[in-house]
Each structure stands twice: as structure tokens, then as C-alpha cells.
């Protein structure tokens, strides 16, 4: 079921919590030819994909539909998993901690997904290295449609050539029956917000993906460290090719959660980090900053860095590399 909403529907039919209702009609003709070149590729993304000129933030929308209150998928609640969220522009795209994602039309890839890596092997591993899976399959994706080297940092971060051209959000559903950004919290592995009697484990989880395609001026505080693909390839690149190989990627690699593949994930997030080893970072603790030099990361997907004598873990906030 493939749906496009339509531009006024989502400009006067709005639910109480300000989500997009009255989504009906078909995805634009080139994105629709690219899924379905990629079909057999696509596993669980491969039926419910919902395309939006432009909204707030696709997490937001993709929590909106797998809870039910702004519902085009033929009443379906609960369970959504596979459903897909694809916006030409963000009003308000958000990164890790509340920060800014740059999401001006027709630019990038702005793209969510909703999974539910508790129907792993090992549903605890699964949900705190979906973001590490996540990385490797769109450096893989990029690679693929462009032959551009991509690097990964820690936690979330796309980079080539030194700079950032990607970025993926995970969160969990705190609960399934509510629909609004106050629902959505940070995916933190074990910690994570469940509805699954107190395991830890979140029923399902949003995973929210930007990647700068177009080249484009970027914001003055941005534009240091930022790139897109066709900046850095010299030519264009299909948005909606790019899009399809990225689903198909990110299904892969799930389905490499699923079964327990955990090592090769890792091996291969780690052959793509050169800044996991040997460089510095700074953070703060509750006690005040801290600064050492990056070790990898553990089985689970946590940063090592050395202070001094000891081996620091880092599970989430915010890290600065120096």
C-alpha cells in the first residue's frame, strides 16, 4: 500500500495532537518506480510507504500512524512495524538532544522507519545496536549509488572526507496509544521506555534517518563541517534511487539483528570508524567535563575512551570530538 497525502490534507485536517489525518493519494511516479525496482529487496518496508511534501519531523508523523490516531493504513494500530515516513522537507527535522536538522525542500533524504527489534533472538542486543546496524547500512547504500567512501563516528554520524553528510535519531515509543512528540524518547539499549512488563526492551522503536544529497548553502554555523553527495561526487544523484537502496540496505542489516548476527555488524561498523580509535573526545559528567582518547566501542555499542589509567564507558549524551 503505497500512499502520497495530499498537501491540503495535511494543511486543514489535523488531529488534536496536531498530527496529519486524510492522507489519500499515490507517491510521486519516480519514487514509486524506484521501490518497485527494489521490491524483492525491501523485506519488511516493502508495502506501507507514506510520502509527504512537508512536515514537521517525520518521527513525529511515523509515531502519529503506528499509534493510530492519524491512521491512512486502513485502520491498522499496535503493531506497524515496516511502515515508512518520507518527507520532501522537514519544518522541524531534530537530530540527537534536541538539535536542528536542516531539511530544506528537495535537498536530502528525510526519511523514518518503525521497527520492532524485540522479535530478535536476543531482543536486548538488538535494540541497543540498531543504530550502529543503521549506520553501517546507509554507509553502505551511499557507497553503493555513488562509490563515495563513507566514514561512521560515533553514535550516529555519517561523514566523508571529514564531514558530516548524514545522521540517524532512534527512538522508542514510551507508549504505543499516544501519538505526540512527548511520546517518543531517546533509544537507550537497556534503558530504553518498554511495553513489555518492565524488560527494558521497547515494543517498537522509530528510527529517523537525514542524508544531504543536493548541494546546497548550508546555515553559517553549519556550513564548516557539513557536505552533501553531490558536493562531494561532482554530479547529480537520484534522490529516490538512493532512497530505495537505502531501505533495502537497512532491511538487510536488520534482518542481520534479527537472527543474531551481532559480531558482523560490529566488525563492520568498526572497519568504517577510524575516529573509534585514537581520538579525542570530551563530555560532560555530573561532576564536570571529561576528555580522553576513543578505545572502539563494546559488544553492546558503547564508546570506550581512555582516561588516564582507567577505561571510561559511554552509553549516551553527548560527546564533542576534538
Do not use: C
Amino acid at each position: 500500500m503505497l500512499r502520497r497525502p495530499s498537501t491540503s490534507a495535511l494543511r486543514s485536517n489535523r488531529s488534536d495532537d496536531g498530527s496529519p489525518e486524510g492522507l489519500r493519494y499515490e507517491l510521486p511516479e519516480p519514487l514509486a518506480s524506484a521501490l518497485a525496482r527494489s521490491r524483492d529487496r525491501l523485506g519488511v518496508f516493502a508495502s506501507d510507504v507514506l510520502f509527504f511534501p512537508t512536515v514537521e519531523s517525520t518521527n513525529d508523523v511515523a509515531a502519529s500512524v503506528a499509534s493510530g490516531s492519524a491512521n491512512p493504513l486502513g485502520g491498522r494500530s499496535g503493531e506497524a512495524e515496516g511502515l515508512v515516513v518520507i518527507a520532501d522537507q522537514q519544518t522541524a527535522g531534530r537530530g540527537r538532544r534536541g538539535h536542528t536538522w536542516f531539511s530544506p525542500p528537495g535537498s536530502g533524504l528525510y526519511v523514518s522507519v518503525v521497527l520492532m527489534p524485540a522479535r530478535s533472538s536476543d531482543p536486548r542486543r538488538a535494540t541497543v545496536l540498531l543504530t550502529i546496524a543503521a549506520g553501517v547500512a546507509l554507509a553502505e547504500a551511499i557507497e553503493a549509488q555513488t562509490g563515495l567512501s563513507v566514514d561512521l563516528k560515533w553514535p550516529n554520524d555519517l561523514y566523508i572526507r571529514n564531514k558530516k553528510v548524514g545522521g540517524i535519531l532512534a527512538e522508542a515509543r514510551a507508549d504505543r496509544r499516544r501519538s505526540a512528540r512527548g511520546s517518543l524518547e531517546p533509544l537507550r539499549g537497556a534503558n530504553a521506555p518498554s511495553d513489555s512488563g518492565g524488560s527494558g526492551v521497547p515494543a517498537d522503536v522509530i528510527l529517523g534517518y537525514g542524508v544531504n544529497v543536493r548541494e546546497i548553502a548550508y546555515p553559517p554555523e553549519i556550513s564548516d563541517r557539513s557536505t552533501s553527495l553531490e558536493s562531494e561526487l561532482g554530479r547529480a544523484v537520484d534522490r529516490y534511487e538512493l532512497l530505495a537502496e537505502t531501505l533495502a540496505s537497512l532491511s538487510t542489516r536488520f534482518e542481520d539483528l534479527l537472527a543474531g548476527r551481532f559480531d558482523v555488524i560490529l566488525d563492520d561498523w568498526r572497519r568504517r570508524a577510524p575516529a573509534g580509535r585514537g581520538a579525542r573526545v570530551a563530555w560532560m559528567t555530573a561532576d564536570g567535563p571529561q576528555s580522553g582518547v576513543t578505545a572502539g566501542i563494546d559488544d553492546d555499542g558503547a564508546l570506550l575512551v581512555h582516561v588516564g589509567e582507567r577505561v571510561e564507558r559511554i552509553v549516551g549524551g553527548e560527546v564533542t570530538w576534538l
